[in-house]
């Protein structure tokens, strides 16, 4: 089946850790995208890469990283630079071209110890 | 800073019934239109997708796009108890590199 897989769906961070977010497509998509969702709001974009081993940052990049070294790969640093990490996180993959929609992977639900 | 509004909700309304949502945006650049459904806990699901000016049907959805009024709607028909939801408007703007702007979603809730 193809498919987004975002693991873990539950993430704890404990005071001063950095934590890592995978995010695994096998759609052949070209684009990975990480959002944050906080409750009651919309998504907002951390980082994306429309090839492999580039990326640009988001609107909300501060206190992430991202790496992206496989087409299939992206994963997510959340660093403990970042403040208020506790959120809901959405990996997100497109073919890149216009008007091509990003499908969503499950997500991982990141709380602090 | 590009925009994307809707109205937070909740809209209610009884099953059977035409649900009516709505979305403006403020970048009349904008390219590619997208609608998805959130339903509690989970990830968004693509609904609709338009960019043509007009109205495009899909089942019981018609999403409409009007760029000259910078608005675009997502009609529900026969809504179902199983429509309740968040349905987020998502927009690619002008010279965005494919990034989807996101309004912050209306909770609609479909009475049985």
């Known amino acids: 089946d193809g498919g987004i897989t975002q693991s873990p769906k539950y993430l704890f961070r404990k005071e001063g850790q950095n934590v890592t977010l995978s995010c695994e497509q096998n759609?052949?998509?070209?684009?990975m995208y990480w959002y944050r969702q906080d409750p009651g709001q919309g998504l907002r974009l951390i980082y994306y890469?429309?090839?492999?081993?580039?990326?640009q940052k988001g609107d909300i990049a501060e206190g992430y990283s991202v790496s992206r070294e496989k087409k299939e790969s992206f994963p997510l640093t959340v660093t403990s630079a970042q403040k208020n990490p506790t959120a809901f996180y959405l990996c997100?993959?497109?073919?890149?071209?216009?008007?091509?929609?990003?499908?969503f992977g499950d997500g991982t639900r990141l709380s602090i110890l | 800073q590009k925009e994307v509004e809707q109205n937070s909700g909740p809209l209610s309304v009884p099953e059977g019934a035409i649900a009516s949502l709505n979305c403006t945006y403020s970048?009349?650049?904008?390219?590619?239109f997208f609608w998805y459904r959130q339903y509690s806990g989970k990830s968004p699901e693509l609904i609709m997708f338009?960019?043509?000016?007009g109205d495009k049907e899909d089942g019981r959805f018609t999403a409409q796009l009007n760029k000259a009024s910078q608005y675009v709607s997502l009609l529900i028909r026969d809504s179902q108890p199983s429509d309740s939801a968040t349905y987020l408007c998502?927009?690619?703007?002008?010279?965005?590199?494919?990034?989807?702007?996101f309004g912050s979603g209306t909770q609609l809730t479909v009475l049985p």
């Open positions: 997100a993959s497109s073919s890149g071209t216009v008007h091509q929609p990003q499908h």
């Open positions: 759609l052949n998509h070209d684009a």
């Open positions: 890469s429309q090839i492999v081993n580039d990326f």
């Open positions: 970048d009349r650049g904008s390219q590619s």
């Open positions: 338009i960019y043509s000016n």
């Open positions: 998502a927009v690619i703007s002008s010279g965005s590199a494919r990034q989807l702007t």
